[in-house]
């Protein structure tokens, strides 16, 4: 991520990033982001720390806002479009996602609305689990995210999670650019991390029992 923010910075040096995290929880990924960025931190606009959870908004703003004064945060629900909930489409340089994907019941709808947020060219950064496990039934077994999915096809067997061949397709599916895997060793591990950039198209829902249209988004372009 770090080398993407100094490219951006080398092509344009007023270009000034905007950053949204989906379901930061804890704030554990947001912590480790957020320090990588610090050099830059005169060209970030905006580090968007989302969740569903009120409390763990309070969290951030009390722990991390005084270290990092561009942080701003917001309900947000990856299931539903952006343009509903407040956040702009088409207004994201990079979006970040640790472990909170799997946690919606459509996959590919959701992959569509973190789209709908992003600029063309903008990047996606996944980290998900990669297999399905005991430590992985009983540590998320319990919560309501673990048994929302519908589209079981695209599932491992009997659990959320996807394999890294079906994120690649999902994502080409769903109009990205793809799906670089940095570290395919920590596939052994449970954990994958992979990177797809948006072609700048995206569908959005026009109303809230209308069915989606094309729409192309332009602008230069859970728990952890």
């Not at 993407?4 to 040096?13: E, F, L």
């Not at 019941?105 to 990669?130: H, P, Y």
Request: hydrophobic share 40%; with cysteine; glycine share 12%.
């Amino acid at each position: 991520m770090a080398d993407a923010v100094r490219a951006w910075g080398r092509a344009d040096s007023s270009r000034r990033l905007r950053i949204l995290e989906v379901g930061a929880g804890t704030g554990a990924t947001s912590a480790k982001v957020l320090e990588a960025l610090e050099p830059f931190g005169d060209r970030i606009a905006e580090y968007c720390y989302t969740d569903l959870s009120k409390a763990f908004l309070f969290r951030a703003e009390e722990r991390l806002r005084p270290r990092y004064p561009y942080l701003t945060t917001r309900i947000f629900d990856a299931g539903r479009p952006p343009g509903h909930q407040g956040v702009e489409p088409g207004g994201f340089d990079i979006v970040v996602a640790t472990n909170v994907l799997h946690a919606t019941a459509d996959i590919s709808g959701t992959l569509r609305n973190v789209k709908a947020a992003m600029r063309a060219g903008g990047l996606l950064f996944i980290n998900e689990m990669s297999r399905n496990t005991i430590l992985a039934h009983l540590t998320f077994g319990l919560l309501d995210g673990w048994w929302l999915y519908r589209d079981a096809e695209l599932r491992i067997p009997g659990s959320p999670v996807l394999a890294a061949d079906r994120w690649l397709e999902v994502l080409e599916d769903e109009g990205f650019r793809t799906g670089a895997q940095p570290d395919t060793a920590a596939h052994a591990l449970g954990q994958q991390l992979i990177v797809a950039e948006s072609d700048g198209r995206f569908r959005v829902r026009t109303g809230p029992e209308e069915p989606e249209g094309a729409a192309g988004g332009r602008g230069g372009a859970g728990r952890r």
